[in-house]
């Protein structure tokens, strides 16, 4: 036995059906953003790398051997333009990508700092 009666399912309507911010007075400018790419090798593991005390089996690594990245700032009229970018093929990708970033985020950060006084 029921005890509510069924219900009638409700198809939005074309009209709403899309959702779209509008509220843009409420957003905030970025002054930076970061593209990058990681670029990576596919080495196969051997039996011994393999073994695992997990259920899952593994069967390949990914060794980064690369990288690329932009860093793109807004100037004084709102505006974005390259700031600098920085591009790398070779032995420790990993390890020297972050090393930039880092040096790129001082830059970003005093950039900053000395925008706000």
Known sequence: E?????????????????????????????????FWDLECLIEKLTP????QLTRTEKLQRHKPCGYSYVVVGMDSFGNYEITSYDSYRGPNALERFVDKLEEELAEIKADLYYLRK
Do not use: D, G, H, W
């Not at 069924?6 to 899309?18: H, L, Y």
């Not at 011994?48 to 073994?51: G, I």
């Open 2 to 34: 029921l005890n509510n009666a069924p219900q009638i399912p409700k198809v939005p309507t074309m009209e709403k059906s899309i959702k779209e911010f509008k509220n843009y007075k409420c957003m905030q400018a970025n002054p930076y953003r970061i």
């Open 48 to 51: 011994e790398e393999n073994a």
